[in-house]
């Protein structure tokens, strides 16, 4: 079973930096994509970033230019750097990691205070 655990959330002021990290169970290189969604209350779970085993990244719109998603194989985590941080980024963040199966971290806050 595959065990995904996120850190790094946290409460920040508008224009702030976060680091989320997403530790995986085992080798990350079973999975082919890893990414981070998000859900704010009353929407549902977008897209914000994915990195597929060959490094190849894509972003949502509202992320492009603030938002950078990479991945450590030697330490089988795979991060996002959050900078110029803005209120509607406030939202649980979920780490999803997609290869034979698609797992799912259990998430963790992001508040961005104006």
């Known amino acids: 079973q595959v065990q995904l655990v996120e850190s790094g959330g946290g409460l920040v002021q508008a224009g702030g930096s976060l680091r989320l990290s997403c530790a995986t169970s085992?080798?990350?290189?079973?999975?082919?994509?890893m990414g981070w969604y998000r859900q704010a209350p009353g929407k549902q779970r977008e897209l914000v970033a994915t990195v597929t085993s060959g490094g190849t990244t894509n972003y949502a719109d509202s992320v492009k230019g603030r938002f950078t998603i990479s991945r450590d194989n030697a330490k089988n985590t795979v991060y996002l750097q959050m900078n110029n941080l803005r209120p509607e980024d406030t939202a649980v963040y979920y780490c999803?990691?997609?290869?034979?199966?698609?797992?799912w971290g259990q998430g963790t806050q992001v508040t961005v205070s104006s």
């Open positions: 999803n990691a997609r290869g034979n199966t698609n797992s």
């Open positions: 085992g080798s990350i290189f079973r999975f082919n994509t």
